[in-house]
C-alpha cells in the first residue's frame, strides 16, 4: 500500500520513494553497525592518482594537482670532475657565474685581458660542456674590464652583467641566451669614475639594484635602480647608502618576505667593520634606512636570501681572530633598521676569504663556498649552512673540500644554482693548473623527498590514473600497522612514520589511536 502526503504519493506499492528531492533523517533506531561503503570519517578530498598508491599510504599533492605517494632518496655529497672554460690566467674579481632558468643553461663570465669575454654552458649529469667563446666587451681602447659581476633576470628572463674598466668608469649591460649562443645589448654607463666593489640583486619581478664603490667620491658606497625594457637599460638618480664610509668587499640580497633589498660592506673606516642597510624600491626610486654594524675587524662580505627560512644570510672573513663567521639577519621594524642572530665561526683559523652564498632549493640549504688562505695551501672549501628562526641562529655541516685535499685556487669563487639537476655550477682560478678559470657541478648531501608536500592518507589501493580519496585533517585512517597507541607520529622523508620528526623538516601525520588507526592532524 503506498503512502500520500496532502494527495501527493511519496512512497508507491513498490515501496520506491516518488516526487522527493531530499530525505533528512531525524532519528535513528539501532547502532548503525550493519550501514557499509560509508565514506571515510572526517576529512576527504578526490584527486587523480599519479603512480599505484596503496591503502594508508602517505599521500602528497603534486605540482600539476594529482596526488602521489611520498618518496625520498639520499643524495651524497660530491663534486663531478673540473672542466676548464678559460685556458687563461684570471684573478680576483675577474669571473661570474648565473644560470639561466628560461634556457636551462649555465652562462660563465670572465676577464681575458683586454676582452669580457662569455661562455654558454650545458649540465648533463655531474658534467657541463660549453660553447663557444664570445665577446661581450672590447677593450683595446677603452681599458679591460675588471670586478665582474651577474645575475639573471626572471622577469625578463636576461641576465644583467656589470663589470669596470680600467679607464675608470662602471657599466652594465643585458645578455639573452639562445641555444648555445649570447646577443648583447647596449652597455649604459653606471658611473664615469673609478668602481673596484659592485653588486648585483634583483627581486625577480623587473626591479633590480646595483650598488657600488665611488672611487673620486671617497670611496662611499651608492646604489642605483636598474630598469630592463627589452634590451635597453634605464638607471634611477643615485642613493648613498654607505654615506662617510670607505667602502670595499660589497653584497647584496633581496628578501622577498619584507620586500626589501639589503646592502653589506666591509669599512675602511670604524676598524674596519662589516655593515649593512636596507632599502625599499618605488618605480626608479630607492629609500634606505640607516647603517648598522655587523660585526668588527672584517672583511670578504657575501649575503643570500633563504626563503624557508625567510631570512637573509650573511658571511664574512674576521681579520683581528681570523677565520670566518656567519649570522642570519633579520628586519626588525617598517624603519628598514634590522637585527642579528648568534655568530657561527665557519672557519677558526687563516682567513675565509672570497665568501659566496647560494642558496640550493631542492637541499632547502644554504651553500657558502669560500678558500682558506692559512698561510701554506688555499684549498677551496664549501659548508652547507642552515638556519633556525626559533633563535635565529646558524649551523653548519663539516667542511668539504671542492677541489681537492689539498688543492689551491686563486681569487673569487663564484656559483650559480640549477634547479633542473640540482647541482650548483661553482667556477673558481685552479691556481693548480696556471689559474685557468675552471667550472665543476656540486651537489650537497641531502634527503630529496617530497614529503613536505603530505596532506593525508590514501583511503584504499589505486592505480595510476584513478579518482583516488585522500583521508585528510580530522578524518581518521585505519589501514596502518605497528603503531603505538596515543602516539605522536611524524612522516620521514622517505615515506615511513615515527614518533621522532625527520631531521630535515617537522612533517605531523597525527595520533595513533590503535595499531591499525592514526587521526590525522596535529
Known amino acids: 500500500m503506498g503512502v500520500q502526503i496532502s494527495g501527493t504519493t511519496v512512497i508507491d506499492d513498490s515501496r520506491n520513494m516518488r516526487n522527493m528531492a531530499t530525505v533528512?533523517?531525524?532519528s535513528f533506531h539501532g547502532d548503525g553497525s550493519g550501514f557499509t561503503n560509508l565514506p571515510a570519517s572526517g576529512g576527504t578530498i578526490t584527486a587523480t592518482a599519479s603512480?599505484?598508491?596503496?591503502n594508508g599510504d602517505p599521500v602528497v599533492i603534486n605540482t600539476d594537482g594529482k596526488v602521489g605517494i611520498v618518496t625520498g632518496t639520499t643524495i651524497t655529497e660530491g663534486v663531478g670532475s673540473e672542466?676548464?672554460?678559460?685556458s687563461g690566467a684570471i684573478y680576483d674579481g675577474g669571473q661570474a657565474v648565473v644560470y639561466d632558468t628560461a634556457n636551462d643553461k649555465v652562462v660563465v663570465f670572465y676577464d681575458d685581458g683586454n676582452y669580457l669575454n662569455a661562455k654558454v654552458g650545458t649540465v648533463s649529469g655531474t658534467s657541463i660542456s660549453f660553447g663557444s667563446e664570445q665577446e661581450a666587451y672590447d677593450g683595446t681602447s677603452t681599458g679591460g674590464p675588471r670586478k665582474i659581476n651577474a645575475i639573471y633576470e626572471p622577469n625578463s628572463g636576461k641576465i644583467l652583467f656589470s663589470y669596470g674598466?680600467?679607464?675608470n668608469?662602471?657599466?652594465i649591460n643585458v645578455a639573452t641566451v639562445s641555444g648555445s649562443?649570447?646577443?648583447?645589448g647596449?652597455?649604459?654607463e653606471v658611473l664615469n669614475q673609478r668602481s673596484d666593489y659592485q653588486a648585483l640583486a634583483t627581486d625577480g619581478s623587473g626591479k633590480t639594484v646595483i650598488i657600488y664603490a665611488d672611487d673620486n667620491d671617497n670611496n662611499y658606497g651608492f646604489a642605483k635602480v636598474v630598469t630592463l625594457s627589452g634590451n635597453t637599460i634605464s638607471l634611477g638618480s643615485a642613493t648613498t647608502v654607505f654615506g662617510a664610509d670607505y667602502t670595499f668587499d660589497l653584497a647584496a640580497a633581496y628578501d622577498a618576505s619584507v620586500d626589501k633589498f639589503f646592502f653589506f660592506m666591509a669599512s675602511g673606516n670604524s676598524g674596519g667593520k662589516v655593515r649593512g642597510n636596507v632599502g625599499s624600491v618605488s618605480g626608479t626610486t630607492l629609500t634606505v634606512g640607516t647603517v648598522a654594524d655587523v660585526d668588527t675587524s672584517a672583511r670578504d662580505t657575501a649575503a643570500q636570501y633563504d626563503p624557508v627560512a625567510q631570512r637573509i644570510i650573511i658571511a664574512y672573513s674576521k681579520y683581528s681572530t681570523s677565520g670566518g663567521r656567519a649570522r642570519v639577519v633579520k628586519l626588525s621594524s617598517s624603519d628598514n633598521s634590522f637585527t642579528f642572530g648568534d655568530t657561527l665561526t665557519t672557519e677558526s683559523s687563516g682567513f675565509a676569504d672570497n665568501n659566496k652564498l647560494e642558496y640550493h632549493t631542492a637541499a632547502n640549504k644554504m651553500i657558502l663556498a669560500y678558500f682558506h688562505n692559512d698561510g701554506a695551501d688555499d684549498d677551496g672549501f664549501i659548508?652547507?649552512?642552515?638556519?633556525d628562526t626559533d633563535n635565529e641562529s646558524l649551523s653548519s655541516s663539516d667542511k668539504f673540500y671542492f677541489n681537492g685535499d689539498p688543492g689551491s685556487i686563486n681569487g673569487g669563487i663564484y656559483m650559480a644554482y640549477d634547479p633542473d639537476t640540482s647541482q650548483i655550477a661553482l667556477i673558481y682560478a685552479d691556481q693548480d693548473n696556471s689559474n685557468y678559470g675552471t667550472t665543476r657541478m656540486y651537489k650537497p648531501g641531502y634527503n630529496d623527498s617530497n614529503f613536505r608536500r603530505f596532506i593525508g592518507f590514501s583511503d584504499a589501493a589505486y592505480s595510476n590514473g584513478n579518482t583516488a580519496t585522500i583521508q585528510i585533517v580530522g578524518a581518521t585512517d585505519d589501514a596502518q600497522t605497528g603503531l603505538s597507541t596515543g602516539g605522536k607520529f611524524f612522516v620521514q622523508f622517505d615515506g615511513t612514520l615515527s614518533t621522532t620528526a625527520d631531521s630535515d623538516a617537522t612533517i605531523v601525520a597525527g595520533k595513533a589511536l590503535s595499531a591499525t588507526e592514526i587521526l590525522i592532524g596535529e
Request: without cysteine; glycine residues 4%; positive net charge.
Open 165 to 167: 674598466r680600467s679607464t
Open 51 to 54: 603512480g599505484s598508491i596503496s
Open 24 to 26: 533528512t533523517a531525524t
Open 383 to 387: 659548508r652547507v649552512l642552515t638556519a
Open 83 to 86: 672542466v676548464v672554460h678559460h
Open 169 to 171: 668608469n662602471l657599466h
Open 186 to 188: 647596449t652597455s649604459v
Open 181 to 184: 649562443t649570447l646577443s648583447f
